[in-house]
């Protein structure tokens, strides 16, 4: 059974341009037919975005049947988070905390998703994350993650995946995920991780900010960021993308 992942920093569907044109962000989702879409930075009822609940709207202009969001802001007029659209069933759903201190707060979207096919019956864990911009917070909001009850609990044979924004520029965290998680990375081209998938700036990306880990009865089929060129104005970050297969 196969399926694609997208993630992507929609950055409140604003562009480079400084405009909002969520059917821009429409098209470039569209154009890839992902199963599981992890998007961050997304606006409800905030006035920059026409106080748009644009989780939903994104899913419904989308086709997609089965939404979560998780809040992680509160602005004086709105709010804005992680949302996850999925073409399959979510079976449940929580925002992890994973703000420190008086750090601006962070989350991490937990979903489980049931994948019906003619091989049966597949469940999924899903981890939809926005990490920090300092190197210590995000290692503490790695720290959080893992000892959450969510992630703690689950066995490193159930099929799992952690994506979003990492705001890791120098892949300081591979080492985190890989060697204590026990995940793989989907978004380094070597096992160094000297080599990964560049997402940002979206006009010139050199930094991989954006990235995928999976863990458990995946395989990894292909990887690659966005290469439509509305991409590069329709956010300041670019989508990557994912197939795999469960074993």
């Known amino acids: 059974?196969?399926?694609?992942?997208?993630?992507?920093?929609?950055?409140r569907a604003i562009g480079v341009d400084r405009r909002f044109r969520p059917e821009r962000i429409i098209r470039i989702i569209e154009s890839h037919q992902a199963d599981i879409v992890f998007l961050q930075e997304v606006?409800?009822?905030?006035?920059?975005?026409?106080?748009?609940?644009?989780?939903?709207?994104?899913?419904?202009?989308?086709?997609?049947?089965?939404?979560?969001?998780?809040?992680?802001?509160?602005?004086?007029?709105?709010r804005y988070g992680n949302a996850t659209l999925s073409k399959y069933p979510i079976l449940r759903e929580r925002n992890i905390d994973l703000t420190i201190g008086r750090w601006k707060r962070r989350g991490c979207q937990h979903t489980a998703i049931v994948?019906?096919?003619?091989?049966?019956?597949?469940?999924?864990?899903?981890?939809?994350?926005h990490l920090g911009l300092s190197a210590r917070q995000r290692e503490r909001q790695v720290a959080l993650l893992a000892h959450s009850r969510e992630l703690a609990s689950l066995a490193p044979d159930v099929a799992c995946l952690v994506g979003g924004d990492f705001n890791d520029w120098r892949s300081q965290l591979l080492p985190?995920?890989?060697?204590?998680?026990?995940?793989?990375?989907?978004?380094?081209r070597s096992p160094g991780g000297k080599r990964p998938l560049a997402t940002y700036p979206a006009f010139l990306p050199r930094a991989p900010l954006d990235r995928i880990f999976y863990r458990g009865p995946l395989r990894l089929l292909s990887v690659r960021r966005c290469r439509l060129r509305l991409s590069r104005i329709?956010?300041?970050?670019?989508?990557?993308?994912?197939?795999?297969?469960?074993r």
Do not use: C, W
Request: glycine share 8%.
């Open 1 to 11: 059974m196969r399926f694609r992942v997208l993630t992507y920093n929609i950055h």
């Open 115 to 129: 994948f019906e096919g003619h091989q049966g019956r597949r469940r999924l864990e899903v981890f939809n994350l």
């Open 43 to 78: 606006d409800d009822g905030v006035p920059r975005s026409r106080e748009m609940d644009l989780a939903r709207e994104l899913a419904t202009a989308l086709g997609y049947p089965h939404l979560a969001v998780g809040h992680n802001v509160t602005l004086r007029k709105g």
């Open 176 to 188: 985190l995920f890989t060697e204590g998680l026990r995940f793989r990375s989907a978004t380094d």
């Open 234 to 246: 329709a956010s300041d970050h670019l989508p990557v993308i994912a197939d795999f297969e469960f």
